[in-house]
Nanobody, 122 residues
């Protein structure tokens, strides 16, 4: 069992940066792949980035590649999403998820956090 708690969301101007954190409980965190998804009002949950349990392989959505960076610290049971060059269309609730493999499908993840709001606006 893994419990996930996101933090770091907020209001930022276009072009700005935010770093989201996702703290996990449980001693098995390092055995899970982790991912970030987002969901804007009226839209489906959308994959953003994923990272393998070891942190050696990362995958990104085309829309955020080069702007967002996912990383993890297994000693701290935490996964991060560094978001740079933010755009208004990045506004959404951001969720972290844990699952057996790093993949783009939300159905492949067993555990989800409650989400953190990111708003990009001038």
């Amino acid at each position: 069992q893994v419990q996930l708690v996101e933090s770091g969301g907020g209001l930022v101007r276009p072009g700005g940066s935010l770093r989201l954190s996702c703290a996990a409980s449980g001693r098995t965190f390092s055995s899970y792949a982790m991912a970030w998804f987002r969901q804007a009002p009226g839209k489906e949950r959308e994959f953003q980035a994923a990272i393998t349990w070891s942190g050696t392989i990362t995958t990104y959505a085309n829309s955020v590649r080069g702007r967002f960076a996912i990383s993890r610290d297994n000693a701290k049971n935490t996964v991060y999403l560094q978001m740079n060059a933010l755009k208004p269309e990045d506004t959404a609730v951001y969720y972290c998820a844990a699952g057996p493999t790093a993949q783009k499908s939300w159905g492949g993840y067993n555990y989800w956090g409650q989400g953190t709001q990111v708003t990009v606006s001038s």
